[in-house]
């Protein structure tokens, strides 16, 4: 807060003095402010309209549609350029082909010929994989994010010409991982290089074994499955690793990977260990690289 007051100060110094009555007046004229208002009001309209037209062609995955509402020159906070983006919605789609979306509209701010819009997110969907012994099996997609869309009006129409993801977390669980809690717990920014803690917590019972795995998957397309070693979760059914940030000037997701087995005793000598579910959970991580021209001084 103190450097913003500082730069203010700054800048009035340098304001010329040139600041005279009739311009006051020429601000606080009614008619001006009432077109500003008007041409406010009529710009949100037209952004909720936009995202109302693009959830519909994203649930009817409808990829050309999809296309007409981004500029050419978009570029997300992964650095993915329009085609790299489109490129990752497109093999989702194939992946998971009744996957739907919503999206709530938060706020928007307009200025000029640009806005931003804060949004969450919600998808939901289902894929069905041969996972065991090739026995067809369905998993269910749950996933929640928060970000910002930057738009940009050309020719009176408004495209979307950027993203920001603030928070993104997802999940993929077959069986009675359905039904379970599962919780990832990492920090949502980190500076690159820094070492942080992803923990991972499970309720289950007692009668519930669970081995799993946690990693990091920095955002690159196509994109790097991370492979570890598996470890029993305790009776806590927690498991805890400590990871490095990359220094790539790339985001990350922390990864958690779990397989469930549960005991079931038919008589007091028949005891039957089975595969109950398959999970994994994943939760962005913006990793902030390093500047090097900031200075200090005495």
């Known amino acids: 807060m103190r450097r913003i007051i500082i730069t203010l100060l700054a800048a009035l110094l340098i304001v010329p003095a040139t600041f005279t009555v009739s311009d006051a007046s020429l601000v606080s004229n009614r008619a001006h402010r009432a ?9 949100t309209r037209l952004i909720k309209d936009l995202f109302k037209v693009h959830d519909k062609f994203a649930n009817a995955h409808d990829l050309k549609m999809l296309d007409v509402l981004y500029s050419d020159n978009y570029i997300n906070n992964d650095g993915f350029d329009k085609k790299t983006y489109f490129k990752s919605i497109e093999q989702t789609w194939e992946t998971c082909k009744d996957i739907s979306y919503t999206t709530k509209i938060l706020s928007i701010e307009v200025s000029g010929d640009n806005a931003s819009v804060s949004v969450e997110e919600s998808a939901t969907g289902t894929i069905v994989d041969n996972l065991l012994d090739r026995v067809p099996i369905s998993g269910e997609i749950h996933s929640k994010s928060k970000g910002i869309y930057y738009l940009t009006k050309i020719n009176g129409k408004w495209y ?22 599962i919780e990832l717990q990492a920090p949502s920014q980190v500076n690159a290089g820094e070492t942080y803690s992803i923990l991972l917590k499970v309720d289950a019972d007692n009668e519930t074994f669970i081995v799993g795995a946690i990693d990091r998957d920095p955002v690159t397309f196509p994109s790097n499955t991370p492979k570890s070693e598996l470890r029993a979760l305790g009776p806590s059914k927690t498991l805890e690793r400590y990871m490095k940030a990359n220094t790539d000037n790339l985001n990350e997701y922390a ?18 260990v089975y595969m109950a579910g398959l999970a994994c959970v994943m939760k962005r991580i913006n990793v902030i690289p390093k500047n090097n021209f900031v200075k200090l001084e005495d």
């Open 35 to 43: 077109e500003l208002r008007r041409e406010t009001k009529q710009n």
């Open 160 to 181: 979307i010409s950027g993203e920001n993801s603030i928070s993104d977390e997802s999940s993929l669980l077959y069986g009675d991982a359905r039904f379970m809690n």
């Open 255 to 272: 990864v958690a990977s779990m397989a469930i087995s549960k005991v079931r005793k038919f008589a007091p000598d028949d005891i039957r």
